[in-house]
């Protein structure tokens, strides 16, 4: 028989004043830039922004005359692109701190069995993101500038300006790392009953085509990299539909039914 007498609420009693939240949110964004700093200082130590410049460079440079190097066409573009690469560099590596940050200032407001898949959701995204840049850095790149170069005409010399390379592959990255976020949006979607999984099932097709237009409007007017963006959204989309059933489960509440899976 089950149990008439109502469960107290577990955050009753947890309120707090509106600036005390103003503090806590100075507090994590304090701590977050205090990360993101002292990975900037780390890496400047070692490999240092001239290291890192020659690692971004690496895929363009690999379709480039053997003695070419890439150009610095603005007067203080030698001192602003390194310290950018380095900031840039700085936040990648302190991705799984930030977002640890933001779980943490939201977290007092979570139920338990809410709090239990905040961390593995930071882990799950953050690795995505890592795989997305990954994935940019080590094929997108390569490809892309291999398909461009071959319309380069033999009486044309191609020295891009290192401050617009930087540009674009900032642009990647971050298309990249937001697109390979696909699972986790599917999961949430699925897990805060926003969506069904045969519902998020019967909207794949339309998804297909969205992922197409979202790399055609983020990527370089080349089909090599809106391929290599939309086709991975599509891989992904399917794979978060898997995972959902599993998360939603991981993290229901003990006392809510088991209907985000049934259908």
Same mark, same amino acid.
């Given at each position: @028989?089950?149990?008439?007498?109502?469960?107290?609420?577990?955050?009753?009693?947890?309120?707090?004043?509106?600036?005390?939240?103003?503090?806590?949110?100075?507090?994590?964004?304090?701590?977050?830039?205090?990360?993101?700093?002292?990975?900037?200082?780390?890496?400047?130590?070692?490999?240092?922004?001239?290291?890192?410049?020659?690692?971004?460079?690496?895929?363009?440079?690999?379709?480039?005359?053997?003695?070419?190097?890439?150009?610095?066409?603005?007067?203080?573009?030698?001192?602003?692109?390194?310290?950018?690469?380095?900031?840039?560099?700085?936040?990648? $590596?302190?991705?799984?701190?930030?977002?640890?940050? @933001?779980?943490?200032?939201?977290?007092?407001?979570?139920?338990?069995?809410?709090?239990?898949?905040?961390?593995?959701?930071?882990?799950?995204?953050? @690795?995505?993101?890592?795989?997305?840049?990954?994935?940019?850095?080590?094929?997108?790149?390569?490809?892309?500038?291999?398909?461009?170069?071959?319309?380069?005409?033999?009486? $044309?010399?191609?020295?891009?300006?290192?401050?617009?390379?930087?540009?674009?592959?900032?642009?990647?990255?971050?298309?990249?790392?937001?697109?390979?976020?696909?699972?986790?949006?599917?999961?949430?979607? $699925?897990?805060?009953?926003?969506?069904?999984?045969?519902?998020?099932?019967?909207?794949?097709?339309?998804? #297909?085509?969205?992922?197409?237009?979202?790399?055609?409007?983020?990527?370089?007017?080349?089909?090599?990299?809106?391929?290599?963006?939309? #086709?991975? @959204?599509?891989?992904?989309?399917? $794979?978060?539909?898997?995972?959902?059933?599993?998360?939603?489960?991981?993290?229901?509440?003990?006392?809510?039914?088991?209907?985000?899976?049934?259908?």
């Amino acid at each position: @028989m089950a149990d008439p007498t109502p469960k107290a609420d577990e955050l009753a009693g947890t309120e707090q004043p509106f600036v005390q939240h103003l503090v806590e949110l100075r507090d994590r964004i304090l701590y977050g830039l205090a990360g993101v700093v002292l990975c900037a200082i780390g890496l400047a130590i070692w490999p240092g922004p001239g290291g890192l410049i020659d690692f971004i460079a690496v895929p363009i440079r690999n379709h480039m005359p053997p003695d070419a190097k890439l150009i610095a066409v603005g007067v203080f573009s030698p001192f602003f692109v390194p310290l950018k690469v380095l900031l840039m560099s700085a936040m990648i $590596v302190a991705l799984p701190w930030l977002m640890y940050q @933001m779980w943490a200032f939201v977290a007092p407001g979570l139920y338990s069995h809410e709090k239990r898949f905040a961390l593995p959701l930071i882990f799950i995204g953050s @690795m995505l993101a890592y795989v997305g840049i990954a994935f940019v850095q080590f094929f997108v790149l390569d490809q892309m500038f291999f398909f461009i170069q071959g319309f380069t005409p033999d009486s $044309v010399a191609a020295t891009p300006d290192i401050a617009s390379y930087v540009q674009a592959i900032l642009s990647l990255y971050l298309a990249f790392g937001l697109a390979f976020q696909v699972p986790v949006v599917v999961m949430l979607l $699925v897990r805060f009953n926003l969506a069904t999984i045969q519902q998020l099932k019967d909207f794949r097709g339309y998804f #297909i085509v969205l992922a197409f237009v979202i790399a055609a409007i983020v990527t370089p007017p080349d089909v090599i990299s809106q391929l290599a963006l939309a #086709i991975p @959204m599509c891989l992904l989309y399917q $794979v978060g539909i898997w995972g959902a059933s599993w998360f939603s489960r991981f993290s229901r509440a003990p006392e809510e039914p088991e209907a985000a899976d049934k259908t």
